[in-house]
């Protein structure tokens, strides 16, 4: 660069404006930006953010004090301060103060001084050095800071910043001063180096991840900055601007106070405050600051703001020129932009010039390939390391250093929500640190310890297990979902890894505030108290015994199946769209690796964007599962993860791309996730699956089946890394939860309390049962159509009545918003026990969802809106009369089942139904030789009539006539009717009957056992089949049994059937297995013994007469 061959700038003022007494202060540094300071035992967290807050604190305390003073607050130091600056040499890195006397120091006494050491000590040291040596023995860093309860005001605005924190030492502790005076002139008298230095930092790094090279952060920029004196001695806004530097994650790698000529100035600024613009061409001194880190260029505009101050204000109120900036004309800083002016800056202010060089002889170490050049911007000083014994002693000091990289271990704690990982790993991302493992871990208190957590985090970190009373739930009629239990544990790597890890922590303290993901819904945490980001988020360096308490190689992967993979494509897998799915999804390569955050947040958090077809609300988005990070994938592994098949020109391309580009896996759960996550990925990345045009990577690999996903997932994960999310699994509540055990089981076999999702991907959904009540009014007539509409969607009756509604029972089924509404409460159980009921038993795969789906809003207007096909929509009228009630959850619905249906239901015993309680019906409860003989049929006494809003009616005037000429029949379907096709050929026959003016007065569905099938056969014994016959065919599994009156319904049944089997021969099969009275005493019989009531809509009833 051109800068190379000007002149030297000066780094201290010239001889003629300085005192001839001058000492060197030398404040020693374990890297950049931190304090060496003693650990005292600390934990190293507090310890890396003392050391760092030690460091902001000094040097503006120290550009407070630059010659000539100009804020006067605080102790009065002895000295000022003329010369600053941030160099290695050979013994180590430093930060260097060149101190003057002052004037008031230089007129004093040194009485005092002489009091406080001995004879011995004083002898041959200078009084100016003792001056300084008592000063910082007696005075601590707290009290020079005179500004701090200003600086804390400054980031009261913010949600989670990381607050300045003065640490409590005396300046003798971090501070030495050198006796010599020819001290100075080693420091600061010494030319400057051409190249970069990195300086070996204390962190370790895992060696079984991502080497160095591919480890690299190719967001690391270097950016400057020049302060003029306004700001830099000014403590408040200097102390300010370093704290957002180290909040926003970046390391302070040149920090030089120099003394440039008015030319030099004017080459690199446009304009500059009326202090530098002196006819005499003296001006004074500016600091040149220089940062690296991700993004650094920009990051420090933002910082620093617009140079308007108007414009900043309006823009961001809390940048520099926003707060300190008065005048337009009077500008705090000379800021280049663009890259080409950042890397001539670079060289100007922090590089060595050719002409000095030329003087020296050669060193063997100048032309090492390890040095760089100061302009480099980039990350091609990461590797840099240095080995102090074997350095000559004429190595030039370097101005611009970098730190060496190092692993630390971020673990989120359970407070946190899965749902917010994808946030989590793109503010590392954005802070430049590179995932190199992941894991979802349960910890023990004991792994808390060895991470150093103190007893309140260990609390937040590690809970334990807390039992939930099942009795308190159930009142409820909701599943509560269990407190987390696992912790995220991340492996991350940067450089000065550590130093970064309190922003870290505060950055994502913020970004989740920001989010609104900080609610403690399942926290054991008190929610009054608020979180404290120690108990969200802790960080440790990594070392070998502590990655090994956490399990080792966060990226380790089961050894591979015994059972090759291809044998699994004869096994059935979980495919249906309408259930619960796992799709796998893999992110390939460097570059993905820095989205791979927003892409999790997108598919994690969808947002109101996406809204659901359901009336559930909003789409929730996917549940996650499972999280693996790999430096890289196997041959096997690349050959199942890669979209291409043998044979493509790709193939080979995305294999070799696949085993030599770090990836991340996620497992995802949701309703039909394989097309969801196929819509998510084609609005986020434009070429999925496809290589790019350079052919170097593949960004985004979806599996596109069940089957795929088992085998890939066979391969990363094991049962134990499975983590289910219930806060943000939205089918949750219509599933059973995993590990319950029948009273029977439990004290025979221990089941597993986690879901197993292998066993889940290759047997599917379980099959559950779900309550539907159809209102009274909405189903005497509309039986047959729902009964269609049901089967179509593939439900099976496995229970079926008719009741009359308590009260008390109306109550409960009414939802929350109507009864916190006297007025709406009154309405509903007035219209619920107004008439008969038909409640269901339902049967299927995802039962209690599927239903809910189908019903839609509780209010039919909004149903309407919604989908027009929704029941409620077709079938309700209001809020009230909305037609039917649904099990909301796999609790109420459990709850509901056992409360219509206690004698048990009509289907075969299951494992689910078995561990609820819940038994199969062997024989009917209602069917009873000596009861129904103490029924009779009588009719109904002379009123008004429910019509099918549920309110009463008057007679028409041929009501008498009409009910002298109304029958009531008895019908038996027996199970040969109700199975065997595909669509139930029951339910053409009800809607003839229905069609034909029945009105159904009654509904069973039953099971009868032979003495109660006998009863029945005996009862028909003068139709036309034998009554051994009959039992056969009321045995054969379940019966349905209606109740059915109109004009002649005994005596016209004949006749009615056979001409609906000309007219519809498919009802024959049908009408040749149905059972029926032939006479009206036969009919009151069966009424008698089938049923103990009818519907409020008949005009017979079954009276109970006592012995």
């Avoid at 374990?30 to 934990?43: F, L």
């Avoid at 359901?614 to 990070?629: C, I, M, Q, T, V």
Wanted: net charge negative; proline share 7%; aromatic share 6%.
């Amino acid at each position: 660069c051109e800068a190379s061959y000007l002149p030297d700038i000066d780094t201290l003022p010239r001889p003629h404006s300085m005192k001839n007494e001058v000492l060197l202060m030398t404040i020693w540094l374990s890297s950049c930006g931190q304090v060496a300071i003693d650990q005292c035992g600390e934990q190293v967290p507090n310890t890396v953010q003392r050391a760092a807050n030690t460091y902001q604190a000094l040097v503006a305390w120290l550009l407070s004090l630059v010659f000539p003073l100009k804020v006067k607050s605080g102790p009065k130091a002895p000295f000022q301060v003329v010369g600053l600056q941030q160099a290695w040499q050979e013994d180590g890195l430093a930060l260097y103060a060149c101190l003057m006397p002052t004037d008031e120091t230089s007129a004093q006494s040194s009485t005092s001084v002489q009091k406080m050491k001995t004879k011995e000590e004083l002898q041959g040291t200078p009084i100016f050095y003792q001056k300084i040596s008592a000063f910082l023995a007696c005075v601590w860093l707290p009290d020079v800071i005179w500004w701090r309860a200003e600086l804390a005001n400054c980031f009261q605005n913010q949600l989670c910043p990381l607050l300045p924190e003065i640490p409590s030492v005396l300046l003798s502790d971090v501070t030495t001063v050198n006796p010599d005076p020819q001290a100075v002139e080693k420091v600061f008298a010494v030319p400057t180096g051409f190249y970069w230095q990195t300086v070996e930092a204390d962190d370790e790094y895992f060696p079984n991840s991502s080497d160095m090279e591919a480890s690299g952060d190719t967001d690391t920029e270097v950016a400057m900055v020049l302060l003029f004196e306004t700001l830099f001695q000014s403590p408040l806004a200097t102390h300010h601007m370093l704290q957002l530097v180290l909040a926003s994650g970046l390391d302070i790698c040149g920090l030089r106070l120099l003394y440039p000529q008015q030319d030099v100035l004017l080459s690199s600024s446009d304009k500059l405050p009326s202090s530098y613009t002196s006819e005499t061409g003296e001006v004074p001194a500016v600091l040149a600051l220089g940062v690296r880190g991700p993004r650094a260029r920009s990051t420090l505009q933002r910082i620093i703001g617009p140079p308007d101050p108007q414009l900043a204000s309006a823009r961001d109120g809390a940048s520099i020129n926003a707060i300190y900036h008065q005048s337009q004309a009077e500008p705090l800083v000379s800021l280049p932009h663009l890259h080409s002016h950042v890397h001539r800056e670079l060289c100007l202010w922090f590089g060595g010039r050719a002409a000095a060089a030329a003087l020296r002889p050669a060193s063997p170490h100048d032309d090492s390939a390890s040095y760089q050049s100061p302009s480099s911007t980039g990350t091609e000083a990461d590797e840099e390391k240095v080995d102090l014994q074997g350095i000559a002693p004429s190595r030039p000091p370097a101005m611009l250093v970098s730190t060496t990289k190092g692993d630390v271990i971020l673990v989120v704690s359970p407070v946190v929500s899965p749902h917010a990982y994808g946030n989590v790993i793109s503010v590392c991302t954005r802070r430049g640190f590179v995932l190199q493992g992941i894991s979802q871990q349960q910890l023990s208190p004991h792994q808390g310890l060895v991470l150093s957590m103190t007893a309140s985090q260990i609390a937040a970190f590690c809970p334990g297990k807390i039992s939930s009373s099942p009795d308190a739930s159930c009142t409820r009629g909701e599943l509560s979902a269990e407190p987390r239990m696992h912790s995220l544990v991340l492996l991350l790597r940067k450089e000065n890894a550590s130093h970064h890890a309190p922003a870290l922590v505060t950055g994502l303290m913020d970004e989740l505030a920001k989010q609104g993901l900080l609610g403690t819904r399942q926290s054991r945490l008190p929610t009054a108290s608020g979180l404290d980001p120690s108990e969200c988020f802790h960080v440790a360096p990594y070392t070998e015994p502590l990655l090994q308490v956490l399990g080792g190689n966060l990226s380790a992967v089961p050894d591979p199946p015994i059972v090759p993979l291809h044998l699994f494509c004869y096994q059935t897998y979980a495919s249906d769209p309408d259930m619960e799915q796992v799709v796998m999804l893999t992110l390939v390569g460097r570059d993905t690796m820095k989205s791979a955050g927003e892409i999790l947040c997108q598919i994690l958090l969808p947002g109101d964007s996406n809204q659901s077809q359901s009336a559930e609300g909003p789409d929730l988005g996917f549940e996650l599962l499972g999280l693996k990070w790999l430096p890289h994938l196997t041959q096997h592994q690349a050959k199942e993860i890669t979209p291409f098949e043998v044979g493509e020109t790709s193939w080979q391309r995305s294999l070799d791309t696949l085993m030599s580009n770090p990836v991340l896996v996620c497992v995802l759960r949701r309703v039909n996730a394989f097309r969801v996550l196929a819509d998510a990925l084609k609005r986020l990345t434009q070429c999925r699956e496809k290589l790019s045009k350079s052919g170097s990577l593949l960004q985004t690999v979806m599996a596109l089946t069940p089957e795929v996903t088992f085998r890939q997932a066979t391969l990363f994960f094991t049962e134990m890394d499975f983590v289910t999310d219930a806060e943000h699994r939205p089918a949750m509540k219509y599933l059973p939860p995993p590990g319950k055990r029948s009273r029977a089981e439990e004290l025979e076999s221990q089941r597993c309390h986690a879901e197993s999702l292998f066993t889940y991907l290759q047997a599917g959904a379980q099959i559950l049962c779900t309550v539907l009540l159809i209102k009274p009014g909405a189903w005497s007539q509309s039986l047959a159509r729902i009964l269609r509409e049901l089967d179509l969607e593939k439900f099976s009756v496995v229970g079926m009545k008719h009741i009359d509604l308590e009260p008390g029972i109306a109550l409960g089924l009414l939802p929350s918003e109507a009864k916190q509404d006297p007025a709406a409460l009154e309405a509903h159980c007035t219209y619920l026990t107004s008439g008969t009921v038909l409640v269901l038993c339902l049967q299927r795969p995802n039962a209690v969802k599927k239903l809910i789906d189908l019903l839609g809003p509780e209010d039919p207007k909004l149903a309407q809106a919604l989908d027009p096909l929704l029941w409620r929509a077709q079938y309700g009228t209001s809020t009230v009369q909305n037609g039917f009630y649904g099990s909301k959850s796999y609790q109420r619905a459990v709850r509901d089942v056992k409360l219509f249906f206690p004698e048990g239901l009509c289907c075969a015993e299951t494992q689910t139904l078995e561990e609820e309680e819940i038994y199969n019906l062997k024989r009917d409860p209602t069917v009873s030789v000596e009861i129904s003989k103490r029924r009779r049929i009588i009719k109904r006494e002379a009123g008004g009539q429910l019509d099918s809003s549920g309110s009463e009616q008057p007679r028409s005037l041929g009501g008498p006539l009409l009910d002298n000429l109304c029958q009531t029949t008895c019908l038996v379907l027996p199970g040969i009717i109700l199975r065997g096709s595909e669509h139930p050929p029951y339910v053409e026959l009800l809607d003839w009957l229905i069609g034909k003016g029945f009105r159904v007065t009654g509904v069973r569905l039953t099971v009868l056992d032979a003495p109660q099938a006998l009863c029945i056969s005996e009862t028909l014994s003068r139709a036309k089949c034998s009554v051994a016959a009959k039992c056969s065919l009321l045995m054969d599994g379940l019966c349905l049994v209606l109740a059915a009156q109109r004009d002649r319904a005994v005596i016209c049944f004949d006749s009615l059937l056979n001409s609906v089997c000309w007219q519809k021969p498919s009802v024959l099969d049908t009408a040749q297995h149905l059972l029926y009275p032939q006479n009206e005493k036969q009919a009151q019989e069966l009424l008698c013994c089938l049923f103990d009531s009818l519907t409020s809509e008949s005009i017979h009833q079954i009276e109970f007469q006592d012995c």
